[in-house]
């Protein structure tokens, strides 16, 4: 695709949007209020959007390579304390998807640069998970599984922070760990114990929220 196609794209979806509403920029300006934070992967492959069937102003997106929740990272604090404490969300969501070429490139033993230090916290999730990782013998199996571990630990870090313990406590905010099957197209829930997570790591996370 050249970029004058996106302009012409542009002025079609336009044409498309006034068509079927001719008040829907208006109603689009007026503000948001979404009830989810997805928290997503920057893959160009992984459309938020559009995997999901939502509509402008429905969720409020952060994307990053391999999902990540960092605690020193200002962005995604950033975008994790507005969703939650000025928008309201009552959904925080990390989305991995398989074939994620982050997580991936984290497993590779050679020198990546800049990105050496922001994917090794997923090398760090492997350190979390060795033993059940080394069991799996497939190697594409593995490497889905830690895509999923990586998802579950992301989520775990949302739980360390302040405003998900706040939100939690004062209106029941949930998190939600999901993984997209980019073979298939189909979201997948985790369905990751929680419960049983917390009791292991409140007595050390817990900010008395």
């Not at 001719?22 to 992967?41: A, E, R, W």
């Not at 938020?48 to 999902?67: D, K, S, T, W, Y």
């Not at 870090?157 to 209106?171: C, G, P, S």
Request: net charge neutral; with cysteine; glycine share 6%.
């Amino acid at each position: 695709m050249e970029l004058k196609d996106v302009f012409k794209n542009n002025e079609k979806w336009i044409a498309d949007k006034l068509a079927a509403d001719p008040d829907y920029f208006n109603k689009l300006s007026q503000g948001q209020n979404p009830d989810i934070l997805y928290i997503g992967c920057s893959d160009s492959r992984v459309t938020a959007e559009e995997l999901m069937g939502v509509q402008p102003g429905e969720v409020f997106i952060h994307r990053n390579i391999a999902n990540m929740v960092i605690s020193i990272d200002v962005n995604v604090m950033s975008v994790l304390n507005y969703a939650i404490k000025h928008l309201k969300v009552n959904h925080v969501v990390v989305c991995g998807h398989y074939c994620c070429g982050g997580v991936k490139a984290a497993m590779q033993s050679k020198d990546l640069g800049i990105l050496n230090p922001w994917l090794r916290n997923v090398r760090d999730v492997y350190r979390l998970h060795k033993k059940e990782l080394n069991a799996i013998l497939n190697e594409d199996n593995r490497y889905n599984r830690l895509i999923e571990l990586n998802v579950q630990e992301q989520c775990i870090n949302l739980i360390k922070t302040a405003a998900v313990q706040q939100a939690h406590k004062e209106r029941g905010l949930k998190v939600h760990g999901w993984v997209f099957d980019i073979y298939t197209g189909k979201l997948i829930d985790l369905k990751i114990d929680f419960d049983r997570i917390l009791k292991d790591i409140m007595e050390i996370y817990d900010l008395g929220m």
